[in-house]
């Protein structure tokens, strides 16, 4: 059994780009939910997909936007970068099936930017 | 915002038992304590979670309180590698309640 993945580790961007982080989500896991942790803070909900739709939002402009693929990997897209976004960014996998589900967390992508 | 408060940091002997403390006084009944940590620089890591019953597992022991309003995650035998930033977290079972939110945590540093 594979666990979570994130590509790529490390990221530096500059103010206005955009970027696209990954995430492999744990095998036989439907679910993905994307975290972005500022430094010193607790990771923060950016938004989830399950069965390839947005299933849950935080409080997060439209800028981020997200992707489920039919092999339940993910990406978190960002655009128009700002400072304030540089951040560890996580992905977390789990199975719904009905009840609670359990979250599995990668090891993250730091986005830096300048 | 998170449903919980903790302790910012609190640290503990290598071998001893670490009690980390929660307050969640306004869980609903049908709300889930749950408890993760992050090591340094990675992923949180579950532990274990529970709703009404004491749990344990190969990992650590949680028990919550008659009334629900606080648990105390255990333990047993603390080691280096246990110092992280452990967090506890009220989660919903289904929709939008079912999203961990995260405070600040707790910072426990297990010292030799």
């Known amino acids: 059994e594979t666990g979570v993945t994130q590509s790529p580790t490390h990221l530096i961007k500059t103010r206005g780009q955009q970027v696209t982080l990954r995430c492999s989500s744990q095998?036989?896991?439907?679910?993905v939910s994307w975290y972005q942790q500022a430094l010193g803070q607790g990771p923060q909900f950016i938004f989830q997909y399950y069965r390839e739709e947005e299933n849950g939002r935080g409080n997060f402009p439209p800028r981020f936007s997200g992707l489920q693929f039919p092999n339940y990997s993910s990406e978190l897209n960002v655009n128009a970068l700002e400072l304030d976004d540089s951040a560890l960014y996580l992905c977390a996998s789990s199975l719904v099936a009905g009840g609670i589900d359990e979250q599995f967390f990668g090891p993250g992508t730091r986005l830096t930017v300048l | 915002d998170a449903k919980t408060t903790q302790p910012t940091s609190m640290d503990c002997a290598e071998g001893r038992a670490a009690n980390l403390p929660c307050n969640h006084s306004?869980?609903?009944?049908?709300?889930?304590v749950y408890w993760y940590r992050q090591i340094h620089s990675q992923g949180p890591q579950y532990i274990i979670h529970?709703?009404?019953n004491n749990e344990t597992n190969e990992m650590a022991s949680l028990i919550i309180t008659e009334d629900r309003k606080s648990s105390t995650l255990i333990l047993p035998h603390a080691t280096l590698r246990d110092t992280a930033v452990y967090y506890c977290?009220?989660?919903?079972?289904?929709?939008?309640?079912?999203?961990?939110?995260f405070g600040k945590g707790i910072t426990l540093s297990v010292r030799p």
């Open positions: 977290i009220v989660r919903g079972a289904t929709g939008a309640n079912s999203k961990l939110t």
């Open positions: 095998s036989g896991h439907n679910t």
């Open positions: 529970g709703l009404k």
């Open positions: 306004t869980i609903s009944g049908n709300e889930y």
